[in-house]
């Protein structure tokens, strides 16, 4: 019988049934040899508890006895034996704590991404050691502070030999209006990254920055129509998206210094707060401030290189364009972390901003 069927029976038919085979057995054991077996086999076959039982509880020796597939022996390994460079967790959330610029500090909510790495003769990791681990260390520490010492004792515990946490949240900043007076929060996605491959550790932060770009080229074009021929025309600007990936050496890098940072570079940040006069602002900060995705890539490369607490680094831009039915791309890196020959299909897709 199948039992995903939708005809599959219900428990009083079903214990109809199993009396007419018990039936059947007790009546075949003497004349039938055949059906012997099938009659000690309902007769050994327990009648198990359909109650959840609430009060429970394993001792230790209980619970040492439970299967454990995931640390099994090689045997059990599916496929090839091969080593599995990340595997772990994603989108494991709960509250964790962060330091601010000004001696503050904020819970956010995180999203965490933790993973090992896990050699050929291993069947696999016991997952829930990682989110263990974070529980006992975000009650008590800060951001990188949680990493660090999570890292450390997941790593230990798991006996790998490479080991990776990323948390993702949405920080708040209080923006002022570039005119009005007026102020609201802008927020934006941050990524903390520790990266522990070789013995050797890495800190790394994600920015995604989010900007209006005007079009140099139809900015000129506008203006020869205007001039020539008295035609009024306006140039095309897009919301745009900039993902900044640094490596933290040195000193310490704050949220709200990598944002400066990308402000700085490209001043168009969008706006929370407008009245008309901030409008009317906008419109001449985006014309003192045309750019192609080119330049605004190399405009945040400027910045970064001129600070000494970022080493290596990744800049990934993305112009939506209000002109054509694509969009306007780049990607510039500087040093080896970031460096690839080969990139994400879905990279540019993940850059839309969601407002």
Not at 30 to 35: E, M, R, S, V
Request: hydrophobic share 40%; net charge negative; charged share 25%.
């Amino acid at each position: 019988m199948n039992v995903l069927s939708p005809d599959k029976p219900t428990l009083e038919e079903a214990e109809a049934a199993l009396a007419v085979l018990q039936r059947y057995g007790a009546l075949s054991r003497a004349h039938d040899p055949i059906a012997m077996p099938v009659s000690l086999a309902l007769q050994a076959y327990p009648d198990f508890s359909r109650t959840y039982p609430e009060v429970f509880r394993g001792d230790a020796a209980y619970r040492s006895s439970l299967p454990d597939l995931q640390n099994g022996p090689s045997s059990l390994i599916v496929g090839a034996q091969a080593v599995i460079q990340h595997v772990g967790i994603s989108n494991f959330r709960l509250p964790i704590r962060y330091r601010l610029r000004d001696g503050g500090d904020i819970v956010l909510e995180t999203s965490v991404t933790g993973t090992v790495s896990l050699e050929a003769e291993k069947k696999g990791i016991n997952m829930s050691r990682i989110m263990r681990s974070f529980y006992v260390h975000a009650e008590r520490d800060f951001s990188l502070e949680v990493i660090e010492h999570t890292l450390n004792d997941y790593k230990h515990d798991l006996e790998s030999f490479d080991a990776r946490i990323q948390m993702r949240f949405s920080f708040p900043a209080r923006v002022e209006s570039l005119r009005s007076g007026l102020a609201g929060w802008q927020y934006y996605d941050i990524a903390l990254e520790l990266a522990d491959a070789g013995g050797q550790r890495k800190k790394i932060m994600h920015l995604d920055y989010v900007y209006s770009s005007t079009c140099p080229c139809s900015l000129e074009l506008s203006e020869h129509a205007r001039k020539t021929r008295s035609q009024l025309a306006t140039p095309h600007s897009q919301r745009s998206v900039a993902r900044l990936s640094i490596e933290m050496t040195g000193e310490q890098l704050w949220f709200e210094d990598l944002i400066s940072l990308a402000r700085k570079a490209v001043p168009t940040e969008t706006q929370t707060m407008v009245k008309r006069e901030d409008e009317q602002a906008f419109a001449e900060l985006n014309a003192a401030n045309p750019m192609f995705v080119e330049d605004a890539a190399r405009s945040f490369c400027a910045e970064l290189q001129a600070d000494p607490r970022v080493g290596d680094f990744r800049i990934v831009a993305s112009h939506q364009e209000s002109l054509h039915s694509h969009d306007a791309v780049s990607v510039l890196t500087e040093g080896p972390t970031f460096s690839q020959l080969s990139l994400d299909p879905r990279l540019f897709s993940t850059l839309y901003h969601i407002g």
